[in-house]
């Protein structure tokens, strides 16, 4: 890993567990965004799967919780890291808008249908399966809004750094990219 990678996996690293530790509306945090952008940016050997540190040492100072969910919801964010990959080598501002939204409403449907299927939280019917969607909307609204600020924030700092750094002189533009 170049120092330039290690450094964005640190920063990225380090925001995404203390995102997660400090209080914020809940599941309103960068994790997926995260997930999405290491799909994308170290998707060269599944090195972005090493972001999965983020939920364990996050998970580990919350608590953990039934290890069958914690598995679906792991999931749920190594999917966002797949969708991220697609991104790679044909980056756009809109293929990463729609990855993001893709990405949240895939974790969605994936999350609530464990907790319905695993939980006695809802009947196993179908009535009950649309209850636990309907009641889970407030949390999805709010992941969905995560990630898309998290991920216009991470997304728009790489595109800046890698590719608005701009400088004129005699008439010419130069590109510098710190990236």
């Not at 501002?93 to 939980?119: D, E, P």
Request: hydrophobic content about 55%; glycine content about 12%.
């Amino acid at each position: 890993m170049t120092k330039k990678s290690f450094l964005i996996y640190s920063v990225l690293f380090a925001v995404g567990v203390i995102a997660r530790l400090v209080p914020h509306p809940a599941n309103f945090t960068p994790v997926g965004a995260i997930m999405l952008f290491g799909g994308f940016y170290f998707s060269r050997k599944a090195g972005w799967l090493a972001f999965l540190p983020v939920l364990l040492v996050s998970d580990a100072l919350l608590g953990f919780y039934d290890w069958r969910l914690m598995l679906v919801v792991y999931g749920g964010f190594l999917l966002m890291g797949l969708f991220g990959t697609g991104l790679r080598g044909k980056y756009s501002y809109r293929g990463a808008l729609m990855r993001v939204i893709g990405g949240s409403v895939s974790f969605f449907a994936v999350t609530n249908f464990a907790v319905w299927a695993l939980s006695s939280w809802y009947p196993h019917t179908i009535a009950g399966l649309l209850t636990c969607y309907e009641l889970a909307l407030p949390f999805f609204r709010a992941t969905l809004a995560g990630d898309i600020f998290f991920g216009a924030a991470i997304f728009g700092a790489y595109s800046l750094a890698r590719y608005g750094i701009m400088k004129r002189q005699n008439n010419k533009t130069y590109e510098y990219s710190i990236l």
